[in-house]
């Protein structure tokens, strides 16, 4: 940007800053998002028709205010969706053109378009839970994910009414469901929610049994607008609350209201579900969070840091960002413990304190997860998880399954039992046989064989085991 019309973007886009604050103005207009004035028109060309609905929904106003207050003239606002960024675009250009009084007025009272409409009810006054879509760090691990919270936010009444979040933990599940909450009470005041987790789901009912009050227990969870619930797999091997939240589910469904669940793993894969549940659960939309990769990493670090007021150099970000890969948890945890260390010396934070504060989060000094050990397996093999978890006797299936269990084995603590049911529900006989399997080869220095699309393949397991092995340390990126 150069001459004068630079210096009126540059107000404007100060003056939106200060109205929506910086870290929101980073994240929708800080990256691909551009601005550009045509007379009294301001043009907001965006990557993608989500960032254009995001901001035509939120932050209109502001720049209609912020342009009229620089041009001292009333504006006009078009949100353009540019298709050459990121290689990928919307169907055709979208367009929004908003006044100010056109984007500040407030919707019907009794929108018909809405849930709950023709009614005087109006929510009950709720907490503000942490999570923010603004605040959320997208990335290619969670992009769907995201999208998939903000259109229910966007459109309750939409296409997606039920909703399962899945991923390992720390990875922004609980902060989708919370940010959805948030959403809906700005956006929908009228429309109600309950948020909870599976546990105290569990906690509730078992407490309307006892005091023989399920008629109250039902009433309040199959009247609501918009069910979220967190950490759904809490429901395992519970069959009486699987039982009540199944009917619960139906009761929502057919009434055509909103059901947003999260777990740690798909619901195929969740221990004892019973399979009326598990099958209501796979026709919603099931969408997997993985671990972030690099980028994200370091962009997570970087917004924290700054919400702290704490500064750390390019070094130490990309040091952090590249050693600790499992989940946002410990990328918090680590910055808290760096922040706090930094505090008590009074010296700003430098690579070699770095090395020496955030060593129990590396990967190297974590044993795997089981669902590690599982994805490592199965793309060594290439086959799918899904494969491992199902009753396939494919040879190459069964061999990766019998590799997968001795590995969970030997670096986890979970039990023979417990094995079998982060497996697909395989008997405690199954699981002893195929590590017995796999431990016996390598007391005799055997070798396993496999065909692979380049044609068979055989190696001695042991050195099978050991690449594996060094796999998993490396972490989720290969580092």
């Not at 006044?99 to 407030?106: D, L, Q």
């Not at 209501?280 to 007021?309: H, K, N, S, W, Y």
């Not at 010396?345 to 974590?366: C, F, I, N, S, W």
Request: glycine letters at 8%.
């Amino acid at each position: 940007m150069e001459g004068p019309g630079a210096d009126v973007l540059c107000a404007i886009r100060e003056k939106v800053a200060d109205r929506i604050g910086p870290n929101r103005y980073r994240t929708w207009f800080g990256g691909n998002t551009v601005l550009q004035l045509a007379g009294e028109r301001l043009d907001v060309t965006v990557p993608n028709a989500f960032v254009g609905d995001w901001i035509t929904s939120n932050f209109m106003t502001q720049l209609v205010e912020a342009t009229r207050d620089v041009l001292g003239t009333e504006p006009r606002v078009e949100i353009r969706i540019d298709q050459t960024q990121h290689g990928r675009g919307a169907d055709g250009p979208a367009q929004a053109t908003l006044s100010r009084r056109a984007s500040t007025e407030p919707p019907p009272a009794d929108d018909p378009a809405q849930p709950g409409a023709g009614t005087s009810r109006r929510a009950a006054a709720r907490p503000v839970l942490r999570g923010e879509l603004e605040s959320f760090v997208m990335g290619p691990s969670n992009e769907l994910a995201f999208a998939m919270a903000a259109a229910v936010v966007r459109s309750p009444n939409g296409p997606f009414k039920h909703v399962v979040f899945h991923g390992g933990c720390g990875l922004g599940k609980t902060h989708l469901l919370q940010a959805i909450c948030n959403g809906l009470t700005r956006r929908h005041p009228a429309l109600q929610w309950y948020y909870l987790s599976g546990e105290e789901f569990t906690n509730e009912y078992i407490h309307a049994l006892k005091a023989g009050r399920t008629d109250t227990f039902r009433a309040r969870f199959r009247s609501v607008d918009v069910l979220v619930i967190d950490d759904i797999h809490f429901l395992a091997n519970k069959t009486a609350t699987q039982s009540e939240f199944l009917h619960t589910f139906d009761a929502i469904d057919a009434s055509g209201k909103v059901v947003v669940l999260s777990s740690d793993c798909h619901p195929r894969h969740i221990a004892t579900l019973s399979a009326p549940l598990v099958n209501r659960l796979i026709a919603a939309t099931v969408v997997q969070i993985d671990p972030p990769d690099f980028a994200t990493r370091r962009e997570i670090l970087r917004r924290r840091a700054a919400g702290m007021l704490c500064e750390l150099p390019d070094e130490v970000l990309d040091y952090v960002a590249r050693h600790i890969t499992r989940n946002v948890r410990e990328l918090e945890g680590a910055l808290y413990k760096l922040a706090a260390y930094a505090s008590l010396t009074k010296e700003p934070v430098r690579l070699d304190m770095v090395r020496a504060a955030v060593d129990e989060y590396t990967v190297a000094g974590q044993p795997p997860r089981s669902a590690d050990i599982e994805r490592v397996v199965a793309l060594h093999f290439g086959v799918t998880r899904e494969a491992l978890h199902s009753a396939s006797r494919d040879r190459v299936v069964t061999l990766a399954r019998a590799i997968a269990l001795y590995l969970i084995r030997k670096h986890t603590s979970l039990s023979f039992p417990e094995m079998g049911r982060a497996l697909g529900n395989k008997q405690h006989s199954t699981v002893l046989m195929a590590v017995r399997r796999i431990q016996t080869l390598i007391d005799r220095d055997g070798a396993v064989a496999w065909k692979t699309s380049a044609g068979p393949r055989e190696v001695p397991v042991r050195g099978l085991l050991e690449e594996l092995e060094r796999r998993l340390l490396r972490g989720p990126d290969g580092r």
